[in-house]
């Protein structure tokens, strides 16, 4: 009964995502953790993987559309997987099962649920669909320019904090990655964003999730039972997603992220 309960709850988390393109992370993990009682550093060990599975087809098929900036992927690669090695390292002297690292684990994914309702609220009230389409018109003519940072430092410092947010929480490659590109690379069309987001979120959450792997924080079947609900479930949404009021959803989810934000601190 259980396994079955697994499975629908991966196939509703699939459905939002495709709908609306929120990382699963954001939503699997607290999930877990509040609904089916999973501890903590298993929620998000097994959560890194099952996001690294379900990413990993979107960046086949963006890449074949070539809608990934490969060099943007690179220059966020270069801060976060280092990132992810010294979060890695961290938690194995610590004690991923610790009362330390629990509490580590929860407040710093409290955080970054709250970050991610920040920035799912900001994509609603800023992002209108009308900008989205004028913006991305006028960023379409930068050409290579449109994969130039404000700043070289500046993703290779916000990739290792998100690599840090990653591996100790799951969550911050969805929304919290999407509006560090968006800031950072002005010029970069919507489409490529979307596209260098997913990507440079595979290797990210691969070498995290293979970490918890080696630290025992996976469990193989439940990550199993979720997959074969998300997959068929991000087939769905990403076919509805223009049947369905986005802005409703994104800004429902962001006071529900929210709230399980403020209750992770709080504990």
């Given at each position: 009964m259980q396994e079955m309960a697994f499975i629908v709850a991966g196939f509703g988390v699939g459905l939002i995502v495709g709908l609306t393109g929120v990382g699963g992370g954001s939503l699997m993990t607290p999930v877990l953790i509040f609904f089916f009682g999973v501890k903590p550093h298993l929620a998000i060990g097994t959560d890194l993987l099952f996001a690294a599975f379900t990413k990993l087809g979107g960046t086949v098929s963006l890449a074949r559309q070539r809608l990934v900036p490969w060099r943007v992927v690179g220059q966020l690669c270069a801060g976060s997987l280092p990132a992810a090695g010294l979060s890695l390292w961290a938690l194995h002297h610590i004690g991923p099962?610790?009362?330390?690292?629990?509490?580590?684990?929860?407040?710093?994914?409290?955080?970054?649920?709250?970050?991610?309702?920040?920035?799912?609220?900001?994509?609603?009230?800023?992002?209108?669909?009308?900008?989205?389409?004028?913006?991305?018109?006028?960023?379409?003519?930068?050409?290579?320019?449109?994969?130039?940072?404000?700043?070289?430092?500046l993703p290779i410092l916000l990739g290792a904090v998100i690599g840090a947010l990653v591996t100790f929480t799951s969550v911050g490659a969805g929304a919290i990655g999407v509006t560090v590109l968006l800031l950072v690379y002005p010029l970069l069309p919507l489409p490529r964003v979307v596209g260098a987001d997913i990507a440079y979120a595979v290797p990210l959450t691969l070498v995290a999730g293979l970490g918890h792997a080696s630290l025992g924080s996976v469990d193989w079947p439940l990550l199993a039972q979720l997959l074969a609900g998300s997959l068929p479930g991000i087939w769905l949404g990403s076919r509805l997603v223009s049947r369905t009021p986005e802005r409703l959803i994104r800004s429902l989810l962001s006071v529900l992220l929210a709230w399980a934000g403020l209750k992770l601190v709080l504990i």
């Open positions: 099962a610790s009362a330390a690292a629990q509490r580590i684990m929860t407040t710093t994914l409290g955080v970054a649920l709250l970050l991610t309702a920040a920035a799912t609220l900001y994509k609603v009230a800023v992002f209108s669909r009308e900008r989205q389409a004028a913006e991305a018109a006028a960023r379409q003519a930068s050409g290579p320019a449109a994969t130039r940072p404000r700043h070289w430092s």
